[in-house]
């Protein structure tokens, strides 16, 4: 692992840039017109974790999420019809994109996880809500700039100190997920 260094807005992005994924979606994302866009979740952090373990950035990344925010149409098939233009986009990389409407979380997150969930008003609400708490980050494209959404900031990204995120506050799913990153990157932490 490499040493440690104090983390910036600016330096995460450059971490998470680093995986050639990202920056492609990132280019591409404004072209798919979407509501309230983000590039979320384990694409990013689990980027900066293979950069800070020595692999390479793009090394246990099972597919690159993407949050919008369309309240005008809740429907499923909307939004798998969303899904597919995502996916087709970024067909011949060898990667799994997946487009999720954040409006929509509530009407199916209970049925799927048992847990209720409240509805949302905005894309940034979903990444607030991720299960374990340093892995709420999205990046957003806008024009030659890369926007940082982290509300917890960093810090404990970098450091690995993975803990359950008061505002999804679901112990066993915290649990599991957070078992399956330290099986993947052993110098996490788990602080239940």
Known sequence: MTPFEAPS????????LKNRHNQRILAQL?????????L????????????????PPEAHIKDYDLFYFDPTDLSEATEAHVNERAQSCFAGHGITVEAKNQARVHTWYEDFFG???PALRSSREGIDR????????GLKAGGS????????GVDDLYKGRLSPNP????????????KAYQERW???????
């Open 40 to 55: 979320v979740a384990g694409c990013l952090f689990q980027t900066v974790w293979n950069v800070r373990s020595g692999q």
């Open 186 to 192: 052993t110098w996490l932490q788990i602080c239940a």
């Open 115 to 117: 847990f209720p969930y």
């Open 9 to 16: 807005p600016d330096g995460f992005i450059r971490d998470a």
């Open 30 to 38: 404004p072209a798919l017109g979407l509501p309230d866009a983000w």
């Open 130 to 137: 991720f299960l374990v708490r340093c892995t709420c980050v």
């Open 145 to 152: 700039d890369v926007e940082l959404y982290a509300p917890n």
């Open 167 to 178: 505002l999804c506050h679901h112990l066993p799913l915290f649990e599991k997920k957070a």
